[in-house]
């Protein structure tokens, strides 16, 4: 069982800010559209990679390429929304595929509420008890919707104050376009916040002990195949994990969370964030795709950018 259901009239992506891309496709020499039904079509997106010191630039090189194969993937696919971004910490960029996508957070919020469970903990001179910590390893690693319910639950005395200090940890991250309210799951996020927080979890924070952020470090090790082994989890390449690859091996570790919840319509909501070690680099990633009635369509395009992403950075 995933977030618990809402009543969510409508997909409605904030549009922001975006660098417009229109490429036009390359020859011989260039990344190949063959596929059917995009090979006489133009890409058209919204991408862009940011430098370490802030400064953001169109793609070039591999990341163009990885654009191109990601508008691709989402035409083939037939998905409404497809954003991914990711972090390289070989040459220390961010890569962005449409930035402008809004989305629901679903149990990727898991992450955030456990940070935020830590950090109150870290505050008052200890770390987490041992209920809270059983709790978070069953939140995270199994989606446990219950023992997310105790997590949250021990934030504050009423959900807006629960809400309020999710949102503290939010701004602690350096996150402000995302915004919990008197509840956890449905509250629109995009990507780029979703990358800063697999960061945090990653490289570690100075408000939050090292014991605990371990404890959850180990609860997103996607040994739980049927709920994380897919997105960023299939790199795990875990027995009956689904993995839509044959030739890419397991990587090095994976750390992962993924989410899943459906409109009104019936339509899902796919989440995936994490980080992997994958033929000894480091790449944090978060993956978020809308528009399937079949949530097995959307976590398979999830996979799928996640692999196209090692396919074009890593290997």
Not at 98 to 109: Q, W
Not at 161 to 168: C, L, Q, S, Y
Not at 199 to 209: C, K, P, Q, S
Not at 254 to 282: A, E, H, M, Q
Request: charged fraction near 20%; hydrophobic fraction near 40%.
């Amino acid at each position: 069982m995933n977030a618990p259901a809402h009543p969510i009239l409508s997909n409605s992506p904030n549009a922001m800010l975006t660098r417009r891309h229109l490429v036009t496709l390359m020859g011989a020499g260039g990344l190949s559209f063959a596929m059917a039904g995009c090979s006489m079509l133009t890409p058209e997106y919204s991408a862009y990679v940011r430098e370490e010191q802030g400064e953001q630039r169109n793609p070039r090189g591999s990341y163009q390429d990885l654009a191109e194969a990601l508008w691709t993937l989402q035409q083939d696919a037939g998905a409404e929304n497809l954003s991914l971004s990711l972090y390289n910490y070989a040459d220390q960029k961010t890569f962005v595929f449409t930035p402008e996508y809004r989305g629901y957070e679903a149990s990727t919020v898991k992450v955030p509420l456990a940070l935020s469970a830590m950090r109150q903990a870290f505050a008052r001179g200890r770390a987490l008890s041992e209920d809270l910590r059983k709790a978070v390893k069953a939140s995270i690693g199994f989606s446990d919707n219950d023992a997310t319910a105790a997590v949250f639950g021990s934030l504050a005395d009423t959900d807006e104050n629960r809400a309020g200090e999710v949102n503290t940890t939010y701004n602690r991250l350096g996150i402000n376009q995302t915004r919990a309210d008197a509840g956890w799951g449905a509250n629109l996020t995009g990507t780029e916040d979703h990358l800063k927080i697999s960061r945090a979890v990653y490289e570690g924070v100075d408000w939050i002990g090292s014991e605990d952020m371990q404890i959850l470090r180990e609860a997103m090790t996607a040994s739980d195949s049927a709920s994380q082994g897919w997105g960023v989890g299939v790199l795990g390449k875990l027995q009956g994990a689904g993995a839509d690859s044959t030739d890419l091996e397991a990587a090095q570790k994976v750390l992962c969370k993924n989410g899943w919840l459906p409109n009104d319509l019936g339509k899902w909501y796919i989440n995936s964030d994490g980080v992997v070690l994958y033929r000894d680099k480091t790449f944090a990633l978060s993956v978020m795709v809308f528009g399937f009635k079949a949530q097995e369509e959307g976590q398979h395009l999830a996979s799928k950018a996640v692999e196209t992403a090692m396919r074009l950075l890593a290997e």
